[in-house]
């Protein structure tokens, strides 16, 4: 079956590094030279190294050569595809990492691997439009970063800076996280369900205007939701015709699409804003606290009060 493009959901799923007394992380790759993007990554963590010595966080990097001498870590990254097929050494590091992170170009890679079977993969939505579909059931995201298991995937480019960001501040706390964005000037950390922006316009643009046009409207239209069919009627379509473009294109129905949208907003101001749980409910869409509450606990197993919770108290 070929892969199936989906809505993004995100997630935080560092859980099992909360407390420890070391976290060791390996940049894995088959050459020497780091990309930009992955330097980056690299940069931030080694600061998070220097500035948090009390959490015990160490980095490292590896090239495919030293596999065998490569010990278990507890976040492998990988940042590039494998010159040739997988060896039995990376699977080895694979097994035994706590997690793994692929970045990028990697993400090509492991599309054609077993890993990958059913998983949410966040492409670049440059590959996605040109990859010829998986046969291993995979799920294509637009999201920036997806976590599925022990499994991260990130879409490369500056999600790299998003996704370090966001490990540092959910495994080591966000003061440091904060003293990091400051040094390096980054405004903030987006979160993982952050759709590529360009990938809607340049992936289904050319083909189908008239659903980008549609997934704008919803985009513009978060504090007062459109009617399903309001929507197609700005857009020209029948109802019908609207939900085929999104079934056929996003492997959803137009409201659920929506609403994803608009519980991704309040994520985000959950986490980057100081408004009341009510005030952020009622600026996605919602009618009533309980009603912002139960929908929000019921897509992403957590209440917004047990969200931001979690993000003044991290590794929670």
């Not at 390996?26 to 330097?39: D, N, Q, R, T």
């Not at 890993?115 to 990859?131: F, N, Y």
């Not at 499994?151 to 966001?166: F, P, Q, S, V």
Request: charged residues 20%.
């Amino acid at each position: 079956m070929s892969a199936r493009i989906d809505a993004a959901s995100g997630g935080t799923p560092w859980r099992k590094l909360t407390g420890a007394a070391r976290i060791d992380v390996v940049l894995y790759g088959w050459s020497a030279a780091l990309p930009a993007e992955i330097a980056l990554f690299q940069r931030i963590l080694q600061l998070a190294q220097a500035l948090g010595r009390d959490h015990g966080m160490r980095v490292s990097t590896a090239i495919a050569r030293e596999a065998g001498t490569c010990p278990p870590c507890d976040v492998l990254v990988l940042w590039e595809q494998p010159a040739g097929a997988a060896s039995g050494c990376l699977d080895e590091l694979i097994e035994k990492a706590t997690y793994v992170c692929v970045i990028g170009n990697a993400v090509l890679w492991l599309l054609r691997t077993r890993w990958s079977t059913g998983m949410r993969v966040a492409l670049h939505w440059h590959d996605a439009m040109v990859l010829e579909s998986p046969a291993n059931e995979a799920i294509l995201s637009p999201a920036i970063i997806e976590h599925t298991g022990k499994w991260t995937t990130c879409c490369g480019g500056t999600a790299a800076i998003d996704l370090a960001l966001g490990f540092v501040r959910d495994t080591l706390g966000t003061q440091l996280a904060s003293t990091i964005q400051d040094l390096l000037c980054i405004e903030r950390i987006r979160a993982p369900a952050e759709r590529q922006r360009v990938a809607l316009q340049t992936q289904f643009g050319g083909l189908t205007p008239k659903l980008s046009e549609a997934v704008a409207l919803m985009e513009a239209n978060i504090e007062e939701p459109l009617q399903t069919e309001e929507i197609a009627g700005l857009v020209g379509l029948s109802r019908r015709q609207l939900e085929r473009l999104f079934k056929q294109h996003l492997n959803a129905v137009p409201s659920r699409y929506y609403l994803e949208i608009r519980l991704a907003r309040a994520r985000r101001l959950l986490r980057e804003s100081r408004h009341s749980l009510l005030q952020i409910g009622l600026m996605c869409g919602f009618s009533s606290g309980p009603h912002f509450s139960t929908t929000y606990r019921t897509v992403f197993g957590l209440t917004p009060r047990e969200e931001r919770q979690r993000i003044l108290r991290p590794g929670t």
